[in-house]
């Protein structure tokens, strides 16, 4: 009896919270989108179109990254539980921002080129074996 309702409280806590989450993420998208557009001059501004079209990519590859959060926390409720290939869609699109952000600054050589195209290859890997293992819908 007790159980059950420190289960129900738990249950309102934790979906008060990913709302609040999901919340502030959706805040977070229309911030990033409203910057990335009013920071489109400076791709022509800058001293040079590298440094402004770098910024430039850095602010979309970053809004990609909070869609994909944003899609993990929407199944979330849509499942009540946190599903393995839609965690890798998330960890793939920041290993590729991140990858991105490195090949822009040129801190990268051949090997590491190599090391990370291997991790994000890996990553796509894991994301293929989790779709044949993913659990049947109810």
């Not at 899609?71 to 499942?79: K, L, M, T």
């Not at 946190?82 to 921002?97: G, N, P, T």
């Not at 490195?102 to 293929?128: N, P, T, Y």
Request: charged share 20%; proline share 1%; no cysteine.
């Amino acid at each position: 009896m007790v159980q059950g309702f420190v289960s129900k409280i738990y249950k309102q806590f934790i979906r008060l919270a990913f709302n609040i989450t999901i919340i502030v993420l959706i805040i977070g998208l229309f911030v990033g989108i409203f910057r990335t557009i009013s920071e489109l001059g400076l791709t022509f501004t800058e001293a040079t179109v590298r440094l402004g079209f770098k910024e430039l990519v850095t602010n979309v590859l970053s809004l990609i990254v909070v869609l994909e959060l944003i899609r993990a926390f929407i199944d979330f409720f849509e499942h009540e539980r946190f599903r393995v290939d839609i965690l890798l869609e998330v960890l793939i699109a920041f290993v590729i921002r991140e990858f991105m952000l490195h090949l822009f600054e040129g801190k990268l050589s051949g090997m590491d080129v190599f090391f990370w195209s291997f991790g994000i290859v890996s990553l796509i890997g894991a994301r293929a074996v989790s779709f044949f293992y993913r659990a049947p819908k109810a």
